[in-house]
Nanobody
Framework: QVQLVESGGGLVQAGGSLRLSCAVS????????IAWFRQAPGKEREFVAA????????ESADSVKSRFTISRDNADNMVYLQMNNLKREDTAVYYC?????????????????WGQGTQVTVSS
């Protein structure tokens, strides 16, 4: 089992920044990935960004590629999502997710473990 706890959401004006945090604990083993997904009201959950824990390789959705950065802190078992130049369409509940036994792959779907989510609201 993997436990994930998100924090750092809130209300921000368009053009501003937020950093989301995800605390990772439990039986993760070596080859696993952590990702951020988001779900806006009335829309399906969508992939935002992912990081491979061992190789540090990252992947991001085209809609956020130049604005969001995913990173991890090995010492504290934390994963971060730095979000810059936020837009109203970034408003959503953001979820941290994990998938184990990925080898050297970095998937954008099929995540098995989920946090409770944190709300990000961008105002104009």
């Amino acid at each position: 089992q993997v436990q994930l706890v998100e924090s750092g959401g809130g209300l921000v004006q368009a053009g501003g920044s937020l950093r989301l945090s995800c605390a990772v604990s439990g039986r993760t083993l070596d080859y696993y990935a952590i990702a951020w997904f988001r779900q806006a009201p009335g829309k399906e959950r969508e992939f935002v960004a992912a990081i491979h824990w061992s190789t540090r390789r990252t992947e991001s959705a085209d809609s956020v590629k130049s604005r969001f950065t995913i990173s991890r802190d090995n010492a504290d078992n934390m994963v971060y999502l730095q979000m810059n130049n936020l837009k109203r369409e970034d408003t959503a509940v953001y979820y941290c997710a994990a998938v184990t036994n990925v080898g050297l792959n970095l998937p954008t779907y099929g995540y098995m473990y989920w946090g409770q989510g944190t709300q990000v609201t961008v105002s104009s």
